[in-house]
């Protein structure tokens, strides 16, 4: 069965640290580029981090910039988002999905082709 399954989310205080994974079975996660979107309620997605198939560069967008990273677990078909200094702007679902490539570490409508169920961060004042 072909899937993408993120974990890793919670309830953080403001200042704390959660880990997000995104699990792929099926396929090869090395055959894509994997980005990360957050879609906070009544708001439009937002892309968060992407990291390139082959050169695996990796992109964040300003406001994550310094806080997240994104890396590629060797021999786990495993991407991961490591969040610190989270604030509450950062409340959302957070998705992973494929692409053929980064663009830019922003969401762009087309851009990402198949998606996981999303995992709930929450990040309390």
């Known amino acids: 069965q072909v899937q993408l399954v993120e974990s890793g989310g919670g309830l953080v205080q403001t200042g704390g640290s959660l880990r997000l994974s995104c699990a792929a079975s099926?396929?090869?996660?090395?055959?894509?580029?994997i980005g990360w979107i957050r879609q906070a309620p009544g708001k439009e997605r937002e892309g968060v981090s992407c990291?390139?198939?082959?050169?695996?560069?990796?992109y964040y967008v300003d406001s994550v910039k310094g806080r997240f990273t994104i890396s590629r677990a060797n021999g786990e078909n495993t991407v991961y988002l490591e969040m610190t200094s989270l604030k509450p702007e950062d409340t959302a679902v957070y998705y992973c999905?494929?692409?053929?490539?980064?663009?830019?570490?922003?969401?762009?409508?087309?851009?990402?082709?198949?998606w996981g169920q999303g995992t709930q961060v929450t990040v309390s004042s």
């Open positions: 999905a494929t692409a053929m490539q980064c663009m830019d570490g922003h969401y762009y409508q087309g851009l990402y082709d198949f």
């Open positions: 099926g396929f090869s996660l090395d055959d894509f580029a």
């Open positions: 990291i390139g198939r082959g050169n695996r560069k990796k």
